[in-house]
Structures are given as structure tokens and as C-alpha cells.
């Protein structure tokens, strides 16, 4: 497929510009020559339509969960209900302006108000902050919450302890707000160790971060112990929310021991990410720390809504306005439609669907930690690579098969990982089309494993040099000559 430059012909123009209502003249006169640019933009020349095919052409070599199975670990990505998107766009949400007073955007301020109280329930915590915008930024707030917690109570621990499993993100929000960061080792099952634990603990640690269900796609069934043990030696449980996907309705973090956590609403709730748009980062707090949250605070006070600044003890502003709002609609959108028990249903499939796609590949790949699973699971193309193929070559050859590739390497624990997470929205058709790919592959692989090093071989573009891309990227476009439209 050629770039659009190489379409362009001088002299076409897809635009047409209104009739100017301001006196003609030259536009040095009415811009300072220090805005103006010293040649025209190097722009191609196009008609509409020819803008228009390209563009659609190029829609429909993309990978989304519309056109296609997106099985991406600790993503999830599932199917984003269109009636969220009517809601998000409905004029009366729409077209608020940030600035209005509290007055006149009451059903907003509803909106976000019983957002926060479903939140809250669905944690079993205490009170909610919709502020954050995405969810390594409600990751680095609830660490600002906890650190000022231990200010307030005059203390100053200085470590952070995040288990080996967990997202990238958890330490380097901790190094962000200015904590050093331990590791907490696994142990054999995929959970955390619990005499490492005893060895790390002491009255230097303000919090553990940890994922439950945990990167591996495992529950850990010591965590209530876990959180205990942490609490009796003065620190705070942060929880990050990123697999809240497995556990809605069954269990609430509250009740296991967090004091903190942060929503990816984008992945829970069903919102679009990964390239759709902006994400959110939501936090839920215990009361204890509800008196840190961010500013402002959506307070209801008789039938009235506003927003409180009033906050002396919160950690300040996080985000610019309240929050990316047209997200957090799409969230509200959802749970209402699902309610308590279909939130839980959501859960219940999600967990069968990812255990169904383990039962499949159990006996062609490696499973390093535990035959069972909640949301997610890991396997591991070790055997495979003894052979000459890597987790990246299955990956690659999954294109061919139409699918996009999941999660690879990662968590690091597992060697030549691939992180599966086919969520609750998938048919069984689709989950056993996807595993007899998978199995496909592997047959492959034991024949001759140059079959799949060349993969994939149905796309517009080959086996890329990736590390050459993105220390080398050439768009092709500095070289075209500048067409001026007339």
C-alpha cells in the first residue's frame, strides 16, 4: 500500500474554506512574523476521496475487539457495548463546559457523585476519587495519599515492597513519589513468598503493593495473612486494581485487607483503551485515608450536588478538572446496566473462559504456575525454544491465523511467557478457534520449527527489525517534494 505522499498530485485540495469575514489582506500584517513559518508545511495534495479511501483502507488492517479475538494478559480487552458510547455522547454530558458552575451541571455532578458510591461498594472501601487519569497515575496518587497518611501520623518509612510478578508501573510510581523500592519474591505456587515477607517487614516500610489476582492469573490464598502481617508492622496494603476483572462481586478487596486501590474502569468497566483513547485511574481509600483524597470532592447535600475544596489535610490536585469524564460516563453506563449480579456473572465467565482455554493448551506448552486460574493464565514456550522457536515467533505466527497475538514476556518470572486473557466476552467458537491455533502452531513447531521463524507471512509487512524502528524511525516523508494547492 503506498503512504499518502506518494498519492499526492499538485493542485488537489480537499477543503473549501467559508467566505472570509474579515478585511483581505497580507498575513504578516495580523500575525506577528515570529508565528508565521518560513516555507508551507510540507503537506500532500489530496482530494477528499482520495483522503477518505485512504483511511479506510488503512481502518481495516487494523486489530480491535470488534474485527477480531484481542487476548491480550492483563489488558483486557473485551468488547466495549456501543450503548456506553451513546451515553458518553449525549448533548446534556457532551457539551458541558469544564468551567460552569456547580448550579448548572447538578446531573453531572449526580452522575459522578453515585459513580463514587458504586465504586466504593464494589471495593468494600470507604470513599472514592475519580481524578486520576489513567492507571499508573492512580497508582502514584494513592502512594501520595499513603505518604501522606504516614506524615500526618509523623512518620517517615522509606520502603516500598512489590512482589516479582507485579506490573512495571508499581515501582516506578513508587520512585516517582520518592520511596525505594523492595522486592518481594514468589513462591513456588505464584504467590507471594511469606517468609520473605517476614524477612522485609519492619517499621520502615510504608506500603506493599500487590496484585490479587495476580499477574500469573493466580488468587492468592494467603492474603488476608498477607495484609495482617503488614498492617501489624505499621504499613498500608495498596492493591493495584488492574485484575479487578476476575473478582467483581465474588470478593472486595476492602474485605481482605487493602486500604487502597486504583480502577482501570477502561479494562472493568468496559471502556475503550489500548489506542481507543484516554483511560482513568479512579481510587478507592478506607476512612482513614478518605481525608487525603484529592481536591475537589463531589458531595451531595440535601438534593444538591457541588464540589468541596475545603479539604485541608487532601494531597492537592492530581488532574486537570475532575477527571476524564467521557470514560467515567462509559463506566457508570455499564455497572448500571449489569448491576450486582451481572457484575458478578462477569467475573464468573471471564474466570470459566480463561480456565477453558488453559484446559486446551495444558498438555502443548509448559504451565508454570498451578492448572487452574482466574481471569487469565501464563504459559510458557521453554519446550519450544529448546526446539529453535521463541514465544515471539508463536506470537508472530498467530497473525496468520487472524488473532491478535497476547501478552509476551511477561511477567518476567516465567521464561518465554505468553499472558492469555480471553474475557468474559468470547464465545466458546471463537476461544476454541483461537486454542486450535494455538495447538496448530506448536504441531508446527515439532515438524520443523523454521516453519513458523519467518511469520507472519499474510500481512502487509514481514518480520520487522523492531529495536532498528524505534531507534530509526522513517516515515518516508521528509523526501517528497512540497506541492503547493492553488
Known amino acids: 500500500m503506498d503512504v499518502i505522499f506518494e498519492k499526492s498530485r499538485p493542485g ?29 508545511p510540507n503537506l500532500p495534495c489530496l482530494g477528499e476521496l482520495d483522503v477518505v479511501r485512504h483511511f479506510t483502507e488503512l481502518s481495516g488492517r487494523n486489530f480491535g475487539v470488534d474485527s477480531t479475538f484481542y487476548p491480550l494478559g492483563s489488558c483486557t480487552m473485551k468488547y466495549n457495548p456501543k450503548v456506553n458510547e451513546v451515553a458518553a455522547s449525549l448533548p446534556s454530558f457532551a457539551e458541558l463546559h469544564p468551567y460552569q458552575p456547580d448550579s448548572s451541571a447538578q446531573g453531572m455532578l449526580q452522575l459522578l457523585y453515585e459513580l463514587e458510591r458504586f465504586l466504593a461498594e464494589i471495593a468494600g472501601l470507604h470513599s472514592v476519587s475519580l481524578q486520576p487519569a489513567a492507571g499508573a497515575h492512580g497508582e502514584l496518587t494513592s502512594l501520595m495519599v499513603i505518604k501522606a497518611y504516614h506524615d500526618d501520623q509523623g512518620r517517615r518509612p522509606t520502603k516500598i515492597l512489590i512482589p516479582d ?214 504459559i510458557s514456550a521453554s519446550p519450544q525454544k529448546k526446539t529453535g522457536a521463541r514465544a515471539l515467533d508463536i506470537a508472530k505466527r498467530l497473525l496468520d491465523f487472524g488473532f491478535h497475538p497476547p501478552t509476551v514476556y511477561f511477567p518476567l518470572i516465567v521464561p518465554e511467557a505468553l499472558m492469555i486473557e480471553p474475557t468474559e466476552t468470547e464465545s466458546k467458537q471463537t476461544l476454541d478457534a483461537f486454542a486450535d491455533a494455538l495447538r496448530a502452531i506448536a504441531e508446527e513447531i515439532d515438524e520443523d520449527p523454521r516453519n513458523v521463524l519467518d511469520a507472519p507471512r499474510s500481512q502487509c509487512v514481514r518480520r520487522l527489525d523492531e529495536v532498528r524502528a524505534a531507534r530509526q524511525l522513517d516515515l518516508r516523508w521528509m523526501s517528497y517534494p512540497i506541492h503547493t494547492a492553488t
Request: aromatic share 8%.
Open 12 to 40: 488537489r485540495k480537499g477543503w473549501s474554506l467559508p467566505k472570509c469575514d474579515v478585511p483581505a489582506g497580507p498575513v504578516g500584517e495580523r500575525i506577528p512574523e515570529k508565528f508565521l513559518r518560513p516555507a508551507p
Open 165 to 378: 510478578s507485579a506490573h512495571g508501573t508499581n515501582p516506578a510510581s513508587s520512585v516517582i513519589c520518592g520511596y525505594e523500592t523492595v522486592q518481594l519474591k514468589s513462591d513456588s505456587d505464584g504467590g507471594v513468598d511469606l517468609r520473605h515477607l517476614e524477612k522485609l517487614l519492619s517499621d520502615d516500610v510504608a506500603a506493599l503493593m500487590i496484585t490479587n489476582p495476580n499477574t500469573l492469573g493466580l488468587f492468592d490464598r494467603n492474603i488476608k495473612q498477607i495484609t495482617d502481617r503488614v498492617h501489624e508492622a505499621g504499613g498500608l496494603v495498596y492493591l493495584d486494581g488492574a485484575n479487578m476483572n476476575a473478582i467483581l462481586g465474588i470478593v472486595r478487596p476492602g474485605d481482605f485487607g487493602v486500604d487502597v486501590m486504583h480502577y482501570n474502569p477502561h479494562k472493568t468497566f468496559s471502556t475503550p483503551h489500548g489506542g481507543g483513547g484516554p483511560g482513568a485511574g479512579p481510587i478507592a481509600v478506607c476512612e482513614r485515608l478518605a481525608s487525603f483524597l484529592p481536591v475537589p470532592v463531589v458531595e451531595k447535600e440535601g438534593n444538591k450536588y457541588r464540589l468541596n475544596w475545603d479539604r485541608p489535610k487532601a494531597i492537592g490536585k492530581v488532574r486537570c478538572f475532575w477527571g476524564n469524564i467521557g470514560v467515567l460516563i462509559r463506566a457508570y453506563t455499564y455497572i448500571l446496566m449489569q448491576g450486582p449480579d451481572g457484575l458478578r456473572r462477569v467475573s464468573e465467565n471471564a474466570i470459566l473462559n480463561a480456565n477453558y482455554l488453559l484446559y486446551r493448551l495444558k498438555d502443548v506448552y509448559e504451565i508454570p504456575y498451578g492448572h487452574r486460574c482466574m481471569h487469565e493464565f501464563v
